[in-house]
DNA sequence: ACCTGAACACCGTTCAAGT
DNA sequence: ACCTGAACACCGTTCAAGT
């Protein structure tokens, strides 16, 4: 059996939200004790599905010709968004292996190639890989579609106006933090810095 | 006995890398099922403390008199990433509950009332703790001086200088990624866009 | 190398019963 | 309300033995 197949039960199962080695192995119709062939250990299992995620978003978006550096930056963060928030479960294992696994590595390459200064590519890793963290967290599966998901929050979101005003009047705002166009606003306000 | 001997037993647990309900029942002197007097499941034990550590950094210094607004932020930021980097293990959890706590909201309607847009405050929290997410991802337990984990990196991160010119070339920047300084210039850039 | 069967040393949570 | 003791239904990992 390949690796892949193992890996790809694996990711299934991490969407289920129940991910364990004895779960695994009954839907591969192996013994628990057989995967330890594949893997090491649950966590390196974890980190692999991790890599494999992360090379499912078109590296290629990042030196795609005929684009500026900040729209070849801005179609791959897009991407690598929607492949990630389908695999919200996933999500923290990629923030633990972001600087570790191979396909990291070659994303962080592309990116220095269209930044001239490497403290600004991290600082648009940080944002990109902080804003899906963020998503992910308030999702238990794949995502029901955005207008959906703004809407919910927008009741689920409501506070008392006397002792926070604030975020009371900015309530639609707030609601569409998890939109498309707020992560989008906010990249390129990011990418604006002088 | 109080609720927040409870947690504070629960937060040691955490930054050992080894909290288990049982583990905590024991060093608080109790039984695994008296737990479930003080939070109804490990969860909701987990979130409680997250909310705990955030309200150990010092808020007033988001309503500082004297200091612009963008002093304010940039103070209460290193004094959270302070705080947080001391317990690595929890900010999971704290991403987890970042919108939910009642400490978070307090934090939010402060950053609401120091940038005009709330959608640059959202900006800002997502660097802050997407920044404070991946540097706790590489720590185990509390952090060791930051030259030392600098000098670590640097000898860490050796890449292939054929396959990956532009991050070998970058080397000691990368190795200081997770410095003090680049979460500062980050937050800055982003403040300072136009 | 790959796999099974069985075991070891754990988990979180529940619940009758006590105070 | 708070706690104990004991149980239930799980875990990840190891390992002799087989192919």
Redo the contacts with the bound molecule.
Sequence with gaps: ?EPETVMDAALELMDEG????????SRV???????????????A?VSAVADRLLAEADLTLLDAPGLSPHDRIESFALALREVLLRHPAAVPAILGAAFSGPTALHVGESLLRELSDPRASYTVMVYVLGAIALEAAELEGPPPPEEERIALRRTYLVVDPEAFPLTHAANDVIAAYISTDQFRWGLRRLLSAP
């Design positions: 059996m129940a991910l364990t080695m004895r779960a695994l192995a119709g192996l013994t628990p004790g057989a995967l330890y062939t594949y893997f090491p250990d649950r966590a299992l």
